[in-house]
């Protein structure tokens, strides 16, 4: 086989599929464009008519069906222009691509002209048209007196504006229309030409921009041209359609347009996909930090919004973002041209990527954009981007700007955008068939630097000697290797551009393989669990990145591309792998075999690619020595009379030639030198990310709809879309609301073998983010009227409106003062109802958006366990939801709201804290209450107790509760989930003294009640003394509306950690074997939770003080270990305290050491002895009256966090005073008890322990 290639299988592997042609049916006249939404007010010749498809070539393929409407309002979306003599007549280019159902792609390159009007009908149509609209001017301008602006200030309709002209006579007429044409928009055809637009279409499998606009450039500048193609346009368009075949991957193809050869050229394996929009003009359009952020968007599959008054630059930046995904794919709408009647897809509440055309003086604001909550706006011409807000930051953003800015700037184009070279419309022309071939020759090297010289003298002479007129189009074939040499920079440019962001990738990426989980046995037992299923371990993914890359990989590894890439990766188990994955885990694989570096991916360093230069110069090499030549143009079997050449006038096609393809054997063209040894057809799986045959195979991975359904403008074709928008709302809910169930419920209570799940921080923000993002699309689907960039913040604006009329205001939450003492029944009534958390979130939110005083409402409502009964609130007003709503909008489909909020309800069995853990900086309202025992509950009025509270944010201060009450209400900064309380008073009189059963605090916003057990007494002479106990809280009640009478009598008691001690001290008389057993598993249990926390990721771990101080904790199981075998009775009296133990022992070591030299004590000695003494001495000249169950927390605290408290038990155990203090079994005297506690505390000496300041308050250690 030589180099010589032809297209004569099917209509798959030919470079082009259809050849179209749009303009104006002279059949059918003009017909208003009422979609394009402009006014009568406007001239005639400003105004959109209905274009149509005038021919198409061929009539359909089996693949990839002709698709009429589609086509034409892709070819023409603002559908015919007319122009005259005086306006520009530029030719444009533009392209768009086009979705088929089963996932496959077809690009289509778009030549506009324009082209004389010939038919009288058309030209009397318009010129009675400007005449309607002058004399509709005049009658507007002199029937605008007062009396008669209502009636003038609409348009007459088509039948008064006849009976208006009809009024008139003649020579009114024709006075009118005479003074009116000098205006701009007239149109006389006795003094002007009429001119309409007319669109040239090449629909393609692959993305060949370049050779694609030069071919249909050639083809009009042939047209134009006064002297005729050297062939009839037919054979040029037969030959494009059924004799260039595409070029086989790895290799380049030059086939022949009208003036001059033409190369295309498709990557080959172990390359990136095939991309020829220019990634050098997207990023001079919008510069290096707006390209960054508008990737960002996209990875994150918000909506995005790209606008633009040339529709090539829609497409160059559409095309170019989307590129740069790789080895990802966009999964939702993709349609980077709409024209006017497709607007209401703005409405669409998934994820899109979109692009209108801004007409001229359009501004911004003038947009209905029913979704901005999560939408990136892209003002291309302005060279702006409005990204959503909290807009997470790329990985190693700032060191990948650099590197890309350095690419640009090897090219010469500046980081920071602005400078758009735009390619001319007419290509370079070769003066003649002899340039062309020696052009051929220059490509393919066989042409020397001599033989140019030559060739440009001799075309200089020729042009001096009044040869082929350059204005024809001709150019020097100097000027044509510069513009070749453009293109070749160009392509350079785009694959080291995208090389970077593939390096990117694979470095965030390059373990994946070891987090997905591959648990079924099949692919039908996969497909049919996989909702159930996690396919990727999240959490250890997220446990080996840089905390720096964690808020952006949280919100990626949700999104739909990231899913369908891993459920890619897990189908290709049983069936073969896609071929973006397959080329993305090549790569990786080839990167680990260099890569011997073993650097930890959480501390490394950022990397350059190293593959830039290499990728441009294959490219380079393919561009400049085409490896195959297709055939020629040739004659076709046409009858006489048939192909004649009008200038100027694109020729009526001839139907009978251009159905099918004929048999061309006899015709070839001239074999490459370079490639005339036989060429072995590469059977290796092609891998173009925009190739048909490279789209997902598995059609279920994919569920956008279909594109043919999107570009259908028909009153039941956008029924039928907004149907579906309305089903896939509801399935998302579903899903994602059964997604934060699992994670909330499954994760943590298997971990720690409890009934409370807990995972907070990275997850749970990601998941509640997603939850606002759907609220957000839920309520602006089909949203007419709204407030600010918030759909769902705009409706409870106007139901807070709409109630302000008929309910009484509520007091502020926070406008109750110190000495309130009871709530009244309006704000009892109130406290929760979607008015009173509206206005707490108002109150707070100085500066906050309007996107941000929502989500605020959402988080609050969420952790109150109230969003479910929020929204079904905020949708009784049914004339407020017709008012703001369109009848296809979500809210109004009755049925599926409810089932809505039923998905929605079910996130009431779990406990959030998502706004208390968000909003930090708030000021909160919090009332303290202290309930002693009943039987005591007089002796409260001789205390004068004060509290101060803690949480995960700070503490509160001491706030004094005033005599003779027990409960206090004060007002600070947002404390967080409350974990410790201090409770002290400050009269130490001997009637002083209260028995405290508990202290409840209330958080008056969120609803949270939280529990401070207490059980003990606070005086002095009493128990241990204490006149201050630091509390553990534990949150008792999540809030709701059945908190509202909770005040009305005492909470059930719970048992305290002092009241546990108590019932063990009791039985510790009876040596049992049970009891040492019981009492050493309690410990190990202990230690084993505190080594569970530091394991989990930081922003998932509990509260610490709780595993220490807390019911079950280290201390009171520390405790428990030293009351076992202690002989109560011969040394402490009624009450036995271990603190009594640890300050004798204390004594015992500080006076053998004095007595140690005489005596030749056996006392031990060293470092450990003397820090037990001199923290046990420091503990006891604290200021702090926290009595002895105090002041041994306080020691166990300090020695767990200063990495000693391992050291001091066999300390206490090889203690003289111990063997008379303990009885024979003891665990303290037990050596092998004593030693495996000893080992199970040396285990925590690696971690790294913070106390609350409330635990070490007035310790100076």
């Known amino acids: 086989m030589n180099g010589t290639a032809a297209a004569t299988g099917s209509a798959s592997c030919r470079f082009a599929h259809y050849f179209v042609e749009c303009g104006v049916d002279t059949e059918t006249g003009l017909e208003p464009d009422d979609g394009a939404g402009e006014g009568f007010e406007q001239s005639p010749i400003r105004r959109s008519f209905k274009s149509k498809v005038l021919v198409h070539y061929p009539e359909s393929t089996d693949r990839n069906p002709f698709n009429k409407d589609a086509v034409n309002m892709l070819c023409m979306p603002r559908g015919l222009s007319f122009r005259t003599r005086a306006d520009g007549l530029d030719p444009q280019f533009h392209s768009f691509t086009m979705s088929f159902d089963d996932g496959t792609r077809s690009y289509g390159f778009v030549h506009t002209f324009y082209e004389e009007v010939t038919s009288a009908q058309i030209i009397t149509a318009m010129q009675t048209l400007c005449q309607m609209h002058h004399v509709e001017r005049h009658s507007a301008s002199s029937a605008s007196s007062p009396s008669s602006s209502s009636s003038s200030a609409s348009s007459p309709s088509t039948s008064s504006m006849d009976s208006l002209v009809s009024s008139l006579d003649e020579s009114d007429t024709e006075s009118l229309v005479s003074a009116c044409l000098g205006c701009a928009g007239s149109f006389d055809p006795a003094r002007d030409t009429l001119y309409v637009s007319k669109a040239l279409c090449l629909l393609t499998p692959l993305p060949f921009l370049q050779a694609a606009r030069e071919f249909l450039s050639q083809l009009h500048q042939a047209v134009t041209s006064h002297t005729a193609p050297p062939l009839p346009i037919e054979s040029y368009i037969h030959n494009i359609l059924y004799e260039v075949p595409l070029p086989p991957p790895g290799r380049s193809l030059r086939f022949h347009g009208v003036q001059g050869p033409i190369v295309c050229q498709r990557p080959g394996p172990g390359e990136l996909p095939l991309g020829e929009y220019p990634l050098g003009e997207a990023f001079s359009l919008l510069g290096v930090d707006n390209m960054v952020q508008l990737l960002t968007c996209v990875l994150l599959e918000t909506q995005v919004l790209l606008c633009s008054q040339d529709y090539q630059r829609l497409m160059t930046v559409a095309e170019g973002v989307t590129t740069l995904l790789f080895p990802f794919q966009w999964q939702h709408i993709y349609l980077p041209i709409v024209s006017a009647p497709l607007h209401h897809l703005l409405d669409a509440p998934v994820p899109f990527l979109i692009g209108i055309?801004?007409?001229?003086?359009?501004?911004?604001?003038?947009?209905?954009?029913?979704?901005?909550?999560?939408?990136?706006?892209?003002?291309?011409?302005?060279?702006?981007?409005?990204?959503?807000?909290?807009?997470?930051?790329?990985?190693?953003?700032?060191?990948?700007?650099?590197?890309?800015?350095?690419?640009?700037?090897?090219?010469?184009?500046?980081?920071?955008?602005?400078?758009?070279?735009?390619?001319?419309?007419?290509?370079?022309?070769?003066?003649?068939?002899?340039?062309?071939?020696?052009?051929?020759?220059?490509?393919?090297?066989?042409?020397?630097?001599?033989?140019?010289?030559?060739?440009?003298r001799l075309q200089a002479l020729a042009r001096r000697c009044g040869g082929e007129k350059m204005s024809d189009g001709g150019k020097t074939l100097g000027h044509a290797f510069e513009e070749e040499e453009e293109e070749l920079k160009a392509a350079k440019l785009n694959i080291q551009l995208r090389e970077v962001f593939a390096g990117r990738f694979a470095a965030l990426f390059g373990r994946y393989e070891e987090f997905v989980i591959h648990s079924a046995l099949d692919l039908d037992s996969w497909l049919s669990n996989r909702e159930g299923t996690f396919s990727f371990d999240k959490g250890s993914f997220f446990s080996v990145q840089p905390a720096t890359h964690l808020h952006f990989l949280s919100r990626f590894l949700e999104t739909s591309m990231f899913s369908s890439f891993v459920d890619g990766k897990v189908i290709s188990r049983w069936a073969d792998r896609e071929p973006l994955q397959q080329l993305f885990d090549s790569r990786l694989e080839r990167e680990r075999l260099y890569d011997t570096d073993e650097e930890d991916s959480r501390n490394c360093r950022y990397r350059k690619c190293t593959?830039?230069?290499?990728?441009?110069?294959?490219?380079?090499?393919?561009?400049?020595?085409?490896?195959?030549?297709?055939?020629?143009?040739?004659?076709?079997?046409?009858?006489?009379?048939?192909?004649?050449?009008?200038?100027?006038?694109?020729?009526?096609?001839?139907?009978?030639?251009?159905?099918?393809?004929?048999?061309?054997?006899?015709?070839?063209?001239?074999?490459?030198?370079?490639?005339?040894?036989?060429?072995?057809?590469?059977?290796?799986?092609?891998?173009?990310?925009?190739d048909n045959e490279h789209r997902p195979k598995h059609t279920f991975m994919r569920k956008n709809l279909r594109q043919a359904q999107l570009l259908d403008s028909s009153p039941q074709a956008v029924t039928q879309t907004h149907r579906e928008f309305v089903d896939g709302l509801l399935s998302e809910c579903r899903l994602k609301t059964k997604r934060m169930l699992m994670e909330r419920m499954g994760k943590e209570s298997v971990e720690l073998g409890q009934g409370e799940a807990n995972i907070t921080g990275l997850q749970e923000n990601t998941l509640i983010h997603g939850l606002c993002d759907l609220l957000e699309r839920t309520w602006g689907h089909g949203l007419q009227l709204k407030q600010g960039k918030s759909a769902l913040w705009s409706h409870l604006l106007h139901y807070q409106a709409a109630r302000v009329k008929t309910v009484i205001p509520a007091e502020s939450p926070g406008s109750n003062g110190l000495d309130q003492?009871?709530?009244?029944?309006?704000?009892?009534?109130?406290?929760?109802?979607?008015?009173?958390?509206?206005?707490?979130?108002?109150?707070?939110s100085e500066g906050m958006s309007e996107v941000g005083q929502a989500r605020a409402w959402i988080h609050l409502a969420l952790e109150k366990k109230m969003l479910s009964r929020h929204l079904k609130e905020l949708l009784t007003n049914q004339e407020l939801l017709r008012q703001l709503y369109k009848p296809h909008a979500f809210l109004l489909c009755e049925e599926e709201r409810e089932q809505f909020l039923f998905h929605l309800l079910s996130l009431n069995t779990v406990d959030y804290l998502c706004f208390t853990r968000v909003f930090t900086s708030i000021s909160i309202p919090y009332r303290v209450v202290i309930i002693p025992m009943k039987k005591l509950s007089i002796a409260m009025a001789t205390v004068d107790p004060w509290v101060c509270v803690s949480g995960e944010l700070g503490d509160s201060g001491v706030r004094q509760i005033p005599k003779n009450t027990q409960d206090i209400f004060f007002q600070c900064r947002n404390l967080g989930r409350l974990s410790t309380l201090q409770l002290g008073q400050e009269n130490s009189g001997l009637l002083a003294k209260c028995l405290i059963d508990c202290v409840m605090v209330y958080n008056e916003i969120t609803g949270h009640t939280y529990k401070f057990p207490c059980g003990r007494w606070?005086?002095?002479?009493?128990?241990?003394?204490?006149?201050?106990?630091?509390?553990?809280?534990?949150?008792?009640?999540?809030?709701?509306?059945?908190?509202?009478?909770?005040?009305?009598?005492?909470?059930?008691?719970?048992?305290?950690?002092?009241?546990?001690?108590?019932?063990?001290?009791?039985?510790?008389?009876?040596?049992?074997?049970?009891?040492?057993?019981?009492?050493?598993?309690?410990?190990?249990?202990?230690?084993?939770?505190?080594?569970?926390?530091?394991?989990?990721?930081?922003?998932?771990?509990?509260?610490?003080?709780?595993?220490?101080?807390?019911?079950?904790?280290?201390?009171?199981?520390?405790?428990?270990?030293?009351?076992?075998?202690?002989?109560?009775?011969?040394?402490?009296?009624?009450?036995?305290?271990?603190?009594?133990?640890?300050?004798?022992?204390?004594?015992?070591?500080?006076?053998?050491?004095?007595?140690?030299?005489?005596?030749?004590?056996?006392?031990?000695?060293?470092?450990?002895?003397?820090?037990?003494?001199?923290?046990?001495?420091?503990?006891?000249?604290?200021?702090?009256?926290?009595?002895?169950?105090?002041?041994?927390?306080?020691?166990?605290?300090?020695?767990?966090?200063?990495?000693?408290?391992?050291?001091?038990?066999?300390?206490?155990?090889?203690?003289?005073?111990?063997?008379?203090?303990?009885?024979?079994?003891?665990?303290?005297?037990?050596?092998?008890?004593v030693h495996s506690l000893s080992r199970i505390l040396h285990t925590l000496n690696e971690f790294t322990i913070t106390l609350e300041t409330a635990l070490v308050k007035g310790v100076d250690l």
């Open 611 to 690: 593959t830039v230069f290499e990728s441009a110069q294959v490219i380079e090499h393919r561009l400049l020595k085409a490896d195959h030549t297709a055939i020629h143009p040739h004659l076709l079997d046409m009858r006489i009379g048939q192909g004649r050449h009008h200038p100027g006038y694109f020729p009526k096609l001839q139907a009978d030639v251009l159905a099918q393809g004929q048999n061309t054997n006899k015709w070839s063209g001239r074999v490459t030198a370079s490639r005339r040894t036989d060429l072995k057809r590469s059977t290796v799986i092609e891998h173009s990310g925009v």
């Open 357 to 456: 055309q801004r007409r001229d003086g359009t501004q911004r604001s003038s947009l209905h954009l029913p979704h901005e909550a999560n939408l990136c706006f892209v003002d291309i011409d302005n060279r702006c981007v409005e990204a959503p807000e909290d807009l997470p930051v790329f990985p190693d953003q700032t060191e990948l700007i650099q590197e890309l800015s350095e690419v640009l700037l090897r090219f010469g184009l500046p980081p920071q955008g602005g400078v758009v070279t735009t390619p001319a419309t007419a290509s370079p022309r070769l003066s003649s068939l002899v340039l062309e071939d020696l052009m051929e020759d220059r490509r393919n090297g066989n042409l020397g630097g001599e033989e140019l010289e030559v060739l440009e």
């Open 821 to 844: 003492r009871t709530l009244d029944v309006g704000t009892l009534l109130l406290r929760g109802s979607v008015i009173q958390d509206m206005r707490f979130i108002q109150t707070m």
């Open 1018 to 1233: 606070l005086g002095k002479g009493v128990g241990d003394g204490s006149l201050e106990r630091v509390l553990i809280g534990q949150l008792v009640s999540p809030g709701g509306e059945e908190d509202a009478g909770r005040w009305t009598g005492t909470p059930p008691e719970l048992a305290s950690p002092s009241q546990s001690v108590r019932a063990v001290l009791e039985s510790l008389g009876s040596r049992s074997r049970i009891l040492s057993v019981e009492v050493q598993e309690d410990m190990r249990e202990a230690a084993n939770n505190l080594v569970k926390h530091f394991h989990k990721p930081e922003q998932e771990r509990g509260n610490l003080t709780v595993l220490l101080c807390g019911e079950g904790g280290l201390v009171l199981s520390l405790e428990k270990f030293l009351l076992h075998g202690l002989k109560s009775n011969r040394l402490f009296l009624r009450n036995v305290f271990v603190w009594d133990f640890i300050e004798k022992t204390v004594v015992s070591l500080e006076t053998a050491d004095q007595m140690g030299g005489l005596h030749g004590s056996t006392m031990p000695k060293g470092p450990p002895c003397d820090l037990l003494c001199h923290y046990v001495n420091a503990i006891n000249a604290s200021p702090r009256n926290i009595g002895k169950e105090g002041k041994f927390q306080l020691l166990v605290c300090l020695g767990i966090r200063d990495r000693l408290l391992s050291h001091w038990l066999p300390l206490l155990a090889e203690c003289p005073l111990t063997a008379r203090t303990y009885e024979d079994g003891a665990l303290l005297r037990d050596r092998a008890a």
